[in-house]
């Protein structure tokens, strides 16, 4: 049997592409505004917003900062030319 995404019909790809994408969309959209405004969180009763964790936005960085180098066709730096936390204070 033909794996659906990798042989299917190229109407099927398309449609899932389509769909992958809108949930990028979706998803990038949602980020955005828990960045801006806070994760919803219930306090007495109320919803309220919090900042995002330090820890959240440090991964939400690194992810993000990662794959805009793949979509840009950016290389990777060597292991030897990468920099240290404490280096980049430094500089």
Do not use: W
Request: a positive charge; charged letters at 30%; hydrophobic letters at 35%.
């Amino acid at each position: 049997m033909e794996h659906p995404v990798r042989g299917g019909s190229f109407r099927k790809r398309c449609e899932l592409d389509g769909a992958l994408t809108r949930i990028i969309h979706e998803s990038t959209a949602q980020l955005l505004d828990r960045l801006r405004n806070g994760d919803p969180v219930m306090v007495a009763g109320e919803v309220r917003r919090k900042p995002v964790s330090a820890r959240d936005l440090a991964l939400v960085v690194a992810i993000t900062y990662d794959k805009r180098a793949l979509v840009r066709h950016v290389p990777e730096q060597p292991q030897d030319q990468r920099l240290s936390l404490d280096e980049l204070a430094r500089s």
